[in-house]
């Protein structure tokens, strides 16, 4: 069984609609049909700032999300602690559209995942460069 529901807040900064933020806030209750292993509850919180001014784009964003588990547990021991995650995001993306339908982007995101549990903990630094072809623009 699976509810979820989210809270959502898009905003026009300018006539233009140049500039534009979006916020999402969102819960999740994830329940399954067994023993309960897997249930888990799920907060999220996100925000996006985007700058759009023919030929570019500019998107900065970031996201927290903590996910709590009711079964899991971490550790030994008479009473080990229930599992939980917590996830961090920040990505920045700039975009400029060429000619016939090709866009030059470069990207950037950070992510950091911490948990009770040191062995699925990580820190991530991903880099994109790149050109695409879309009929469409």
Known sequence: DEREGE??????WDEAARWRTTTRAGLLHYRDNGSGYFNYREKKIDHE???????WLVRFGGAVRRVDFDVQTVGIGIDPP???KDEYSVELR????????WTALAAYKWERSRSNDRIVSYVVNEGLLGVRWSWER
């Open 94 to 101: 700039v975009e400029r559209k060429m000619a016939w339908g």
């Open 49 to 55: 700032l985007e700058w759009n001014e023919e030929p």
């Open 82 to 84: 229930a599992r939980l």
């Open 7 to 12: 809270l959502r807040l898009d905003l026009k």
